[in-house]
């Protein structure tokens, strides 16, 4: 009965249910973005954002208080739209737009959205970047904290690895890493790849703070990434959540090619309808 509970009276539940129909609809517009990558994310982004988690503004996004949050899987990143919008960071009509004309909503985001810090489009920069940010913070004497979402399949970047040695040996304690470990890349399951197991147990080994997390449960990664924020001791964190690639489209779920898998425009409503 608790669970059930919790299922059904969570406010980010909620709220992570109105993200992924969001990110169907942007789908249904823009057919050129990478919707299963982006359903993976949707309990993170809500938790980040609606969570207490993340410190920001949206009337002023370069606000010098904010918390930075690196988003290195950046094609993975669609379902953030209609979170900016509905927090004010731009009009929602734009969602509407998404890869049309005259529109600065693009299937790969870049800093000329409002909210947006770097540009993502080629994987394993992101981790590099707010090692920069973060020891730059650091230097400063600043409190904010850097947040990093990287994909399991971009692990594969060997720029990613480099960025997990610099940050230990450098004590960024004010860097958290997000791994939305989905176990599909764009071309096979991760496992067929490069097999990442243990990752827990590499990521500890070069002196990180590891932490796991269903990924799909917002109530739950709101409260670990609040703990890792808070947590000091000269020691990078890193949190993995567990995900399901196109998560609540189940012709995508549990698919190897799902990277790359597009949904017709005309059955994208019955799949809303069916999340009902």
Same mark, same amino acid.
């Given at each position: 009965?608790?669970?059930?509970?919790?299922? +059904?009276?969570?406010?980010?539940?909620?709220?992570?249910? #109105?993200?992924?129909?969001?990110?169907?609809?942007?789908?249904?517009?823009?057919?050129?973005?990478?919707?299963?990558?982006?359903?993976?994310?949707?309990?993170?982004?809500?938790?980040?954002?609606? @969570?207490?988690?993340?410190?920001?503004?949206?009337?002023?996004?370069?606000?010098?208080?904010?918390?930075?949050?690196?988003?290195?899987?950046?094609?993975?990143?669609?379902?953030?739209?209609?979170?900016?919008?509905?927090?004010?960071?731009?009009?929602?009509?734009?969602?509407?737009?998404?890869?049309?004309?005259?529109?600065?909503?693009?299937?790969?985001?870049?800093?000329?959205?409002?909210?947006?810090?770097?540009?993502?489009?080629?994987?394993? *920069? @992101?981790?590099?970047?707010?090692?920069?940010?973060?020891?730059?913070?650091?230097?400063?004497?600043?409190?904010?904290?850097?947040?990093?979402?990287? =994909?399991?399949?971009?692990?594969?970047? =060997?720029?990613? #690895?480099?960025?997990? +040695?610099?940050?230990?040996? *450098?004590?960024?304690?004010?860097?958290?890493?997000?791994? !939305?470990?989905?176990?599909?890349? +764009?071309?096979?399951?991760?496992?067929?790849? %490069?097999?990442?197991?243990?990752?827990?147990?590499?990521?500890?080994?070069?002196?990180?703070?590891?932490?796991?997390?269903?990924? *799909? !449960?917002?109530? !739950?990664?709101?409260?670990?990434?609040?703990?890792?924020?808070?947590?000091?001791?000269?020691?990078?964190?890193?949190?993995?959540?567990?995900?399901?690639?196109?998560?609540?489209?189940?012709?995508?779920?549990?698919?190897?090619?799902?990277?790359?898998?597009? %949904?017709?425009?005309?059955?994208?409503?019955?799949?809303?309808?069916? +999340?009902?």
């Amino acid at each position: 009965m608790q669970v059930a509970r919790k299922e +059904m009276c969570s406010p980010l539940r909620t709220k992570a249910a #109105w993200v992924r129909k969001e990110a169907l609809r942007v789908h249904k517009v823009a057919q050129e973005t990478r919707i299963a990558s982006s359903l993976s994310c949707v309990e993170i982004f809500t938790a980040l954002f609606y @969570g207490h988690v993340l410190r920001f503004n949206p009337y002023d996004p370069a606000w010098e208080g904010r918390d930075r949050l690196i988003i290195s899987k950046g094609h993975g990143a669609i379902s953030l739209y209609p979170i900016l919008a509905d927090l004010g960071y731009f009009d929602r009509k734009e969602l509407d737009r998404v890869c049309g004309e005259g529109t600065f909503l693009g299937g790969i985001p870049d800093p000329v959205i409002p909210g947006f810090e770097t540009v993502n489009g080629s994987l394993g *920069h @992101g981790p590099g970047v707010g090692c920069g940010m973060a020891i730059a913070l650091k230097r400063k004497g600043r409190s904010e904290t850097v947040f990093v979402l990287v =994909g399991d399949g971009e692990l594969c970047e =060997g720029s990613v #690895w480099e960025a997990v +040695m610099f940050a230990s040996m *450098h004590g960024l304690d004010n860097l958290v890493l997000i791994i !939305d470990r989905n176990n599909v890349s +764009m071309l096979d399951f991760c496992k067929n790849i %490069i097999d990442l197991n243990p990752l827990e147990e590499k990521l500890r080994a070069f002196g990180w703070e590891v932490s796991s997390v269903d990924g *799909h !449960d917002p109530d !739950d990664l709101a409260l670990a990434l609040s703990r890792l924020k808070g947590t000091q001791g000269n020691r990078p964190k890193a949190l993995i959540a567990d995900t399901i690639k196109g998560k609540g489209v189940p012709s995508l779920e549990s698919d190897a090619l799902s990277h790359i898998r597009n %949904i017709r425009p005309e059955e994208v409503d019955s799949i809303i309808e069916a +999340m009902r």
